[in-house]
């Protein structure tokens, strides 16, 4: 049996994990992400990697890292969230200091492959996933691969323009589908919800230190789950946009599978129902295209470490 090592590269943490050819994960590795980035997260990864490598024997290794990696899946091109990793050469730097093939993905599209191989998309022959974070990203898998695109930079679903002159998004442009579904989306429509209305959100603002600026996603997903009308409300919104979003997708991309990820989906149902009717609202040639299932993804925090494990023997 062939093993692989899949590293995810967060905000937080570099979780490292040597996973079979079932898409297990048979052992765990971590380190705190440096604050510096650049050769101070290579050394992060490497030493993550030579961990794992220590107790398996494994041939190749995947990075799953937030930015533009190059088509040949060598090189992060560009890192907005990730400081002095522009332009580094992963392939070269981490190979030298592992030994070993290494391929780098962006951690939408490597959280694609897991669902697609592993997870809520297998027997999906096109599959398109979005993950609902602090952003909104993306991946497609086509006929059993995946679409990176001529520029290994496809699926950035979370920077197409829905609003003209909307809310600023930190991309530089305005209007972003993910400014309005998404994880940070979401805390903005419940706080400025609760700003014009405190007296309806006392349950919500009694879950925080009292304050508008206090909620957090998980409060809203906690008083969604308990019925405050505020926090539903909130979901309802981001719900609204993001089927919108996936109806327009779908006369794009004509997914049969759509597989929803990221931190917001804990809520479950609360989210996937009004988005599943948003989207048939909002579908071209209604009740003639055909409409994509909507489902949550299974591999949860762990897709993209089990997806670029696997798109690395390949």
């Known amino acids: 049996m062939s ?10 943490k570099v979780l490292g994990g040597v996973v079979d050819e079932s898409g297990n994960i048979l052992a765990r590795a971590r380190r705190d992400t440096p604050r510096e980035g650049g050769k101070f997260l290579t050394q992060a990864i490497a030493d993550v990697a030579r961990d794992l490598m220590s107790q398996w024997d494994v041939s190749t290794v995947g990075i799953s890292a937030a930015g533009f990696v190059s088509s040949d899946r060598k ?15 992963l392939d070269h730097e981490l190979g030298a200091l592992i030994g070993l093939p290494v391929v780098i993905e962006n951690d939408a599209n490597a959280a694609a492959w897991g669902e697609a191989r592993y997870g809520a998309g297998r027997n999906e022959t096109q599959l398109m996933l979005l993950t609902i974070g602090t952003g909104l990203g993306g991946g497609i898998v ?3 691969k995946l679409h990176r695109g001529g520029f290994g930079v496809a699926a ?12 600023v998004c930190g991309c530089g442009a305005r209007g972003c589908f993910e400014q309005y579904a998404s994880g940070s989306a979401l805390l903005r429509h419940a706080r400025e919800a609760a700003a014009a209305a405190p007296e309806a959100a006392g349950h919500l603002l009694s879950l925080g230190d009292g304050s508008v600026a206090g909620i957090t996603g ?20 981001t719900a609204y946009w993001l089927g919108a979003g996936i109806a327009s997708l779908s006369v794009l991309l004509d997914p049969t599978c759509v597989v929803i990820g990221g931190g917001v989906i804990d809520a479950g149902e609360i989210l996937l129902t009004p988005t599943r009717h948003s989207m048939e609202e909002h579908m071209a040639f209604r009740g003639k295209h055909p409409s994509p299932k909507i489902v949550a993804a299974q591999l949860g925090n762990e897709s993209g470490l089990v997806g670029v494990a696997d798109l690395a023997r390949r």
Request: glycine share 16%; hydrophobic share 40%; aromatic share 6%.
């Open 156 to 167: 950035e679903f979370g920077h197409m323009r829905v609003v003209p002159d909307g809310h």
């Open 75 to 89: 090189t992060m091109l560009g890192t907005p969230n990730i400081s002095g990793w522009n332009g580094v050469d």
């Open 3 to 12: 093993f692989s090592i899949g590293v995810d590269v967060g905000g937080t």
């Open 218 to 237: 998980q409060h809203i997903t906690d008083a969604a789950r308990a019925g405050d009308e505020i926090a539903l409300q909130a979901f309802s919104t």
């Open 142 to 144: 086509v006929d059993g």
